[in-house]
């Protein structure tokens, strides 16, 4: 993995307790400690709305709002980012099952981003093309109804 690149976190965050952020707040400490700059939704997600998902775990999918925000307004937040500041994304564990998730992957690789696969510690290369496959797929099953 090329350090001198920006990776953006991408992984499951919807209908998970605490909107997974304790698992982006390790990956993101772990990876930093290796030499990774890391930019996490979960860090962005700063302030009262970090402490509501903390708490009561909202659940901000399919036009539901915590503190004024739908999903759409974090996942554009998002792609923004991936698209302007970012020359890579890393992905924690079962990023394929997460709308999100796909939905980054999917701008990452229209920009060229480079991609990696985070777990327990450890982040590996995953090559472009897996990538794009692995999109393709979930999306083909989200539309056959899978």
Not at 5 to 23: C, D, F, R, T, V
Not at 64 to 83: E, F
Not at 89 to 101: D, H, R, Y
Not at 114 to 134: H, I, P
Request: with cysteine.
């Amino acid at each position: 993995m090329d350090k001198s690149l920006k990776y953006y976190l991408s992984g499951p965050m919807s209908s998970i307790e605490q909107h997974n952020i304790p698992a982006f707040d390790e990956a993101a400490a772990a990876l930093r400690s290796q030499g990774f700059d890391i930019v996490s939704p979960a860090e962005l997600d700063g302030g009262a709305f970090r402490e509501v998902a903390l708490r009561d775990s909202p659940d901000v999918g399919a036009g539901a709002t915590c503190l004024g925000h739908t999903w759409g307004d974090l996942l554009s937040r998002d792609v923004k980012m991936i698209a302007d500041d970012c020359g890579g994304i890393i992905f924690l564990p079962k990023w394929t099952q997460s709308k999100g998730a796909l939905t980054e992957a999917y701008i990452g690789l229209v920009t060229g981003c480079a991609f990696g696969y985070y777990n327990k510690g450890n982040v590996t290369d995953y090559n472009r093309r897996s990538v794009a496959r692995l999109v393709a797929s979930e999306l083909t099953n989200k539309f056959n109804g899978t």
